[in-house]
């Protein structure tokens, strides 16, 4: 069973709001499996760096997944604000659980779906296919990543895959 949101249906999503860098990013909460303070990660020899290392979340080894690395994301350092978000996707019909790095979580909030902008064809430096869609908030711009297609293409590129 997969927890994945169905964006096309749902007219209210529920989403967990995260921080990189200065860019906001609304990841659907039904993907959500938990937040976690940073842990130890064990790095992947050969990895690249959308997905360098495991970490172990109650004895499951998990991959971590770079989500700055898809959208282009200057590193910064860890802070006391730094989590770990583990998430269940569905990645060609098949649930896996990955976990992303966040500079911050903010909040869980609701976002209207028939509100969401498209990503301008022009002008962006975001791959069309890593976005659904954006959202103007009160507190800025949210991107609503497509955790499926950032996945998918971080399995097809050489070296460790994204499995679970």
Known sequence: MTNV???KTA?????????????????PASALREILDPL????VPTADRSVWGVINVRGAVVPLAELRFAFGIAEEPQTEA????????????????????ADAVLEV?????????????????WPQSF?????????????????????A????????AVTQ
Do not use: C, W, Y
């Open 109 to 125: 909030t609701e976002l209207d779906r028939t509100t969401m902008e498209p990503l301008p064809p022009k002008g962006s430096s």
């Open 40 to 43: 130890p990660v064990t790095r």
């Open 5 to 7: 949101v169905d964006l």
């Open 131 to 151: 976005v659904h869609g954006v959202f103007r908030t009160k507190k800025g711009l949210h991107l609503l990543p497509n955790l499926p297609g950032i996945f």
């Open 82 to 101: 730094s989590k770990m978000l583990v998430l269940e996707v569905d990645l060609a019909g098949e649930p896996i659980v990955v976990a992303v790095a």
């Open 153 to 160: 293409a971080q399995a097809a590129m050489p070296g460790p």
């Open 11 to 27: 007219a209210l999503m529920t989403v967990v709001t995260m921080r990189l860098g200065r860019q906001l990013l609304a990841i």
